[in-house]
């Protein structure tokens, strides 16, 4: 059987300091395996690493498009009440975040909002009225 979890996600950067640097102003903490040509940041459950996209690319034996195209997956960030989508949304912008679609209550009774970090990388901010939260603030279930 396969463990039916996500423990990393990756993200290929194509300019890592560049990108490092916006995910520590949004006051992301670094995990101590960071190095100049790796960072690993911590969050809620799941580690988020940004790795050379070459590198990546290698490592998995594939060719990958580093065009500025958005990407085809979207991350989530999901927060404890509808009003903290608004403040995250105004933390991105001031961190020079491209905001795509501003805060607004969503049809399944939510609030939700999208940005795309310096290399076009989709993410969602979103309250879920049915979210449940573990002690550490990873979503268990909605």
Sequence with gaps: MIPQRVSLITI???????????????????????SDDYAVFK????LLSLFPI????????????ASQA???????????????V????SNIRQSNGEILRE???????????YFADP??????????PTAVFDERGAMIDF
Excluded: C, H, M
């Design 86 to 89: 608004d403040e995250v949304i």
């Design 12 to 34: 290929g950067a194509i300019d890592l300091p560049n990108l490092r640097a916006f995910y520590k102003s949004l006051g992301w903490e670094e995990t101590s395996v960071s």
């Design 103 to 113: 805060p607004s209550d969503a049809f399944w009774g939510g609030r939700t909002a």
């Design 54 to 65: 070459e590198e990546l690319a290698k490592d998995a034996g594939v060719n990958i498009s």
């Design 43 to 46: 969050t809620a459950g799941v």
């Design 70 to 84: 958005y990407s085809r997956a979207a991350l989530a960030i999901n927060v404890d009440k509808p009003d903290q």
């Design 119 to 128: 290399e076009n990388n989709l993410w969602e901010v979103a309250w879920n």
